[in-house]
């Protein structure tokens, strides 16, 4: 068990290139979560996945974010026609069902330019 | 409304002393889950300790301890004999059914 692992961990982009970033969870986690962190601030909610489905999508993942989680194991988010407002860590997050903690990835720094 | 409360943004703590970070969170669901993670500098969001609304006694883990009041919704974290290394940002989080809610942090300092 190696952890959950995200990929990449950095990345640069010209504004209005599209981002894909990957998640891959602990393999036994069923729950995957997508977080968005700005500097100074905890990180918010954008998309939670049980196995492949998606049960809920934040308010703040706009038209230009898509997550898929095929088969149920690793994650991908897009975001299409990058904003620097996007600019942020992408933090992904894997569980068992509850009980238990949440573990987190290192997450993805983008910064749109 | 806000779910999770952080009212102290930093704090200095001299090595080797006890520190504690303060959280107050605000649900009407029975079941939950309090967690409090470390982010250092490098970005890692690190599980630190949790406590499930229905467990009757503390949580610790080594040198941390959450202070759980659970009439007054409070979820303390208390670090003991504070290190250089535990300087980093600490985020108290609170989960309802799936989804985890994080405060807006704590800064901690630690001076030697």
């Known amino acids: 068990d190696t952890g959950v692992s995200q990929d990449p961990r950095h990345k640069i982009t010209k504004r209005g290139q599209n981002v894909t970033f990957r998640c891959d969870p602990i393999s036994e986690h069923n729950r995957l979560y997508w977080y968005r962190q700005t500097l100074g601030q905890g990180p918010e909610f954008l998309t939670y996945f049980q196995n492949e489905a998606q049960l809920e999508k934040s308010r703040l993942l706009s038209d230009r974010f898509s997550a898929e989680r095929p088969k149920g194991s690793f994650s991908t988010l897009e975001i299409q026609r990058t904003e620097q407002g996007d600019s942020a860590m992408y933090l992904c997050?894997?569980?068992?069902?509850?009980?238990?903690?949440?573990?987190f990835g290192p997450g993805t720094r983008l910064l749109v330019l | 409304a806000q779910k999770i409360t952080q009212t102290q943004p930093g704090m200095f703590v001299q090595e080797k002393e006890a520190v504690t970070l303060d959280c107050t969170y605000d649900t009407s669901d029975p079941s939950y889950g309090l967690f409090w993670y470390k982010q250092p500098s490098s970005g890692e969001m690190i599980f630190l300790i949790y406590?499930?609304?229905?467990?009757?006694q503390n949580a610790t883990e080594g040198r941390y301890s959450l202070n759980f009041q659970k009439a007054r919704k409070s979820a303390n974290l208390v670090i003991s004999a504070s290190q250089l290394g535990d300087s980093a940002m600490y985020f108290c989080a609170m989960r309802e059914r799936y989804k985890l809610s994080f405060g807006a942090g704590t800064t901690v300092t630690v001076r030697a």
């Open positions: 406590q499930g609304s229905y467990d009757q």
């Open positions: 997050a894997s569980s068992l069902t509850d009980p238990g903690g949440v573990d």
